[in-house]
């Protein structure tokens, strides 16, 4: 069942402490005790605070997720797609009549596959319009030159003309699924995935936008993510390979000619860049469900918590433009979505714990013709909120006060600080705390 408001639940590990006592029940050790109760000091303050939260969980299979320039949160099941305009903290359903595996934005558009169609939006998926599409849909992409992109069982279709109109420009063995899409400033590389052996797996390359494609490496390797960085690397994430019991992540600087190997030791499902190009890799088969790269996928690192055991497997990860990142986990009777607390951007610790006993939202969101914004905070402090139109300029501040703790709201009216009625459009609320900690918000007026 879904749950369609979301309470989210910061978990702190708790200690237990049951007397050692020597086998022969002569004395307490009290050198294992001190040990110990350091141990779960020590554990404690480490874990405090997880380094997820839960915002959505769904009976069925939950397949992908997206978040738009907004902060507008998608999420593909196997019955339909969610979406929250308010950070996670409700969700309506649209229900296309099929499951939906894979949702990209690009601006103001969304595209969704639902089985053998294909669907876009223009209002931020509240309607929803059928493409012509007429193949089994698979993964969607659009690269820089505006081509659309969708990769299914052996086959890649194109498209110029947003949908409408399609080609098929790369046709292997059914039995060979594409994957993912990245893009270099040299070409465009797809990775697939064949289970039978009947094709190559691997990864395929175009040199012009998509319409013309040849293997060019990891033969055999069940290649699951394709990710590229600034410097034209790309980075490939493997979930196995057909005759060799091998996974990880792999490496390519010359454009696809040659691959290194990073690491053996993951059964990789999705590979993801936060703003700072560091390497998240989502796992499935008890690799640990996210690791993570900070020097260019030499070395990695374990994502640490109780949310997501080292046991959890992870369907898939994203990150978004204010680089949070967004897991699928993979659940016995439940897939869950996960979300990080915090950026991956932010190191500063008290900066961190201030952030998170702070809350900020508004509903509804897109609103007209007024909304509320809705915000708590642990201690009295001195508030400012304002609001300010998309190029960053303050157009009216709806309080500037000494607030006491716990929650507040206070309600917007669409109007700037004369009185005129505002435009439709993007608008940011800003939430100053004692003159040190701000959270800033979107929101959508729409007439």
């Not at 490939?236 to 290194?260: C, K, L, M």
């Not at 990142?325 to 991956?344: E, K, W």
């Not at 439709?424 to 007026?445: A, D, H, I, P």
């Amino acid at each position: 069942m879904l749950l369609t408001s979301v309470s989210v639940e910061f978990h702190s590990t708790r200690g237990t402490l049951a007397a050692i006592i020597d086998k022969k029940g002569d004395y307490i050790n009290t050198k294992k005790i001190i040990i110990v109760l350091l141990l779960i000091i020590v554990h404690s303050i480490c874990f405090s605070q997880d380094y997820w939260e839960s915002i959505f969980e769904d009976e069925g299979i939950i397949f992908c997720s997206e978040i738009n320039y907004l902060g507008y949160i998608y999420i593909g099941t196997q019955d339909a797609i969610y979406i929250s305009f308010d950070n996670g903290i409700s969700w309506d359903e649209v229900n296309l009549l099929g499951g939906c595996g894979s949702i990209i934005s690009d601006a103001d558009t969304l595209y969704a596959s639902i089985q053998n169609d294909l669907y876009t939006s223009f209002d931020y998926g509240i309607t929803w319009n059928q493409t012509g599409f007429s193949s089994n849909t698979g993964i969607i992409y659009k690269d820089s030159h505006n081509n659309l992109f969708v990769g299914n069982w052996g086959e890649i279709y194109k498209s110029i003309d947003n949908g409408e109109n399609w080609e098929l420009v790369l046709s292997n063995p059914n039995t060979e699924v594409v994957n993912s899409f990245t893009e270099t400033s040299e070409g465009l590389f797809a990775g697939t995935t064949d289970y039978m052996g009947n094709g190559n797996g691997g990864v395929y390359r175009s040199l012009d936008q998509g319409d013309n494609w040849v293997h060019i490496g990891l033969e055999y390797h069940f290649i699951s993510s394709l990710v590229s960085n600034s410097n034209d690397e790309i980075f490939a994430g493997s979930h196995g390979h057909y005759n060799q019991g091998i996974a990880g992540v792999y490496r390519s600087s010359d454009n696809g000619e040659t691959w290194d190997t990073l690491t053996n030791d993951f059964c990789v499902s999705s590979l993801a860049l936060d703003s700072e190009e560091r390497i998240f890799a989502g796992c499935t088969w008890y690799s640990g469900p996210i690791h993570f790269s900070e020097d260019n996928g030499e070395s990695w690192q374990l994502i640490e918590s109780e949310l997501l055991s080292p046991t959890t497997e992870v369907r898939f990860i994203t990150i978004s433009e204010d680089d949070y990142v967004y897991a699928i986990q993979i659940g016995d009777f439940n897939d869950v979505v996960y979300r990080s607390v915090q950026p991956t951007t932010d190191s500063d610790d008290i900066f961190i714990q201030e952030i998170q006993n702070i809350k900020l939202s508004n509903y509804p969101n897109p609103f007209n013709p007024t909304t509320t914004i809705s915000f708590s905070i642990p201690d009295e402090s001195k508030i400012e909120l304002s609001i300010y139109n998309i190029k960053g300029q303050k157009i009216r501040s709806l309080l500037n006060d000494q607030i006491t703790a716990g929650e507040h709201s206070i309600v917007w009216n669409g109007e700037d600080a004369s009185g005129k009625k505002v435009s439709s459009g993007v608008y940011l609320y800003k939430l100053n705390v004692n003159s040190k900690t701000e959270l800033v918000r979107k929101c959508l007026l729409l007439k």
